[in-house]
Structure formats: C-alpha cells, structure tokens
C-alpha cells in the first residue's frame, strides 16, 4: 500500500522542534497540519480561518523545495504583516502532496 503521508519537519514558536506526518490525501494545507498536531495555541493560528486575510499562520521555509507561485492575495497580506523573510509564506496557502516530503519550516513569531 502507498505511502499517503509525508514527513514534515516543523520548528513551533518556542523554538522546538517537531516531526510531523502530514495526510496528502485529505485535501489539507501546512496551517492546517499544524493545528491538527496542536503546535500553536488554540485561536493564534489561522485566524481567519485559512483565507489569506491575517497572517497568523506565517512561516518561514528553512528548506529547498519548490513551493507553488505566491498568489497576489498571500503576496499582499505578507506585505502588511510583521516579521516577514525572503523565505515567508502563509501556510494556508500551502496544500498538502507529495512534493513537500522532508519540507522544512519555521513557524512565525505572534504578531
């Protein structure tokens, strides 16, 4: 049977470090993997609830994979939000599939 999860590997807020499976068969984004395994307290990521309106679930990319072209909306929310990196991206935007095995991130700090 295939192998439907890719490895993940997530640094949270305080700096540690976790290894995550993520699902690439439930139609999931990287924020959402990050709330299922319980990495940012409750109501401080996704606040808008995955519409790339808030920034709250801003992370930093630490590894080398090619991730789907910056749409203009998550382009113009990280250009008003705060402690943004070349390598930022809102995890909402960034669906869950194969190509995103051993991914590397960062979680933002809290606005």
Known sequence: ?????????ITDRDGVS???NAPTDMNMNL??????YELAPEGTLGVCGG???CASCQ??????HQLA???DDESAMLGEA??????????CQIPIDGSLSGLKLTMAPQE
């Open 1 to 9: 049977m295939e192998d439907k999860d890719v490895l993940i590997h």
């Open 18 to 20: 976790h290894q995550v």
């Open 31 to 36: 924020m959402e993997v990050i709330r299922l």
């Open 51 to 53: 519409m790339a309106m």
């Open 59 to 64: 992370c930093y990319i630490d590894s080398d």
């Open 69 to 71: 072209q910056i749409s």
């Open 82 to 91: 705060f402690h943004v990196l070349d390598s930022s991206r809102l995890s």
